[in-house]
């Protein structure tokens, strides 16, 4: 059964420690690896899609890489606007459908 | 940049209404989605739809039906609300690249079954 669990459930950090978040995943052929950020009572903002094994993104303070079983979030020098649930979700090849982990709560003081 | 509008972002019905959620994206993407997502729960998804009139079951569609009359809108309905559906509704679009290609969301309408 294709599935994703990402941890922690939730994060603290102060300003300027950094960390990392995981999205393991088990999927029958991946397709795409997506990361997104969610605002309390917003939806998901797309961050980064990774295809293959070895990939990574990088946006300002985060970067997203991939390997065959996991995919990390690296967060450096975090600042309290980085506060947010972070998403992870996998597609399967040969499917529209998105399968997407519970996410990860981060709060970054300041 | 893309553009997913929900039309409501609180709803409070009571029980046995009638709940229409409005979707439209300005992006011309081909495919769009609506999920729920509840905690613990992550997002699940209720319908797609691939094309103008065409839709597909999701993991979770009892209760629910929808309606893609033209392409950049995308209806949900709750014929008949029940409080087991009281939350957040998601809405989101994405272009037909074969079966890849990053969602783009809405802002969310937060149903409130009485």
């Known amino acids: 059964e294709d599935q994703v669990t990402q941890s922690p459930e939730a994060l603290r950090l102060q300003e300027g420690e950094s960390s990392s978040l995981n999205c393991s995943y088990t999927?029958?052929?991946?397709?795409?690896l997506f990361w997104y950020r969610q605002d309390p009572g917003k939806g998901p903002e797309f961050l980064f899609t990774?295809?293959?094994a070895g990939e990574e993104k990088e946006k300002e303070r985060l970067k997203a890489t991939l390997t065959k079983k996991e995919s990390f979030l690296h967060i450096t020098a975090p600042k309290p606007e980085d506060s947010a649930t972070y998403l992870c979700?996998?597609?399967?090849?040969?499917?529209?459908?998105?399968?997407f982990g519970t996410g990860t709560r981060l709060k970054v003081l300041a | 940049d893309v553009k997913v509008t929900q039309s409501s972002r609180y709803l409070v019905k009571r029980t046995g209404e009638k709940v229409f959620l409005e979707c439209v994206q300005d992006?011309?993407?081909?495919?769009m989605f609506w999920y729920r997502q509840d905690p613990g729960l992550g997002l699940r998804l209720i319908y797609f739809?691939?094309?103008?009139?065409?839709?597909e079951k999701g993991d979770i569609p009892e209760g629910y039906s929808v309606s893609r009359e033209k392409k950049e809108r995308f209806s949900l309905i709750l014929e008949s609300a029940s409080t087991n559906q009281t939350s957040m509704y998601l809405c989101?679009?994405?272009?037909?690249?074969?079966?890849?290609?990053?969602?783009?969301f809405g802002e969310g309408s937060r149903l409130t079954v009485l």
């Open positions: 979700a996998v597609q399967a090849s040969g499917t529209y459908k998105y399968i």
């Open positions: 989101a679009s994405r272009h037909e690249v074969g079966v890849g290609g990053e969602l783009f």
């Open positions: 990774l295809y293959s």
């Open positions: 999927v029958s052929g991946l397709r795409g």
């Open positions: 739809s691939y094309d103008v009139k065409m839709k």
């Open positions: 992006m011309d993407h081909e495919n």
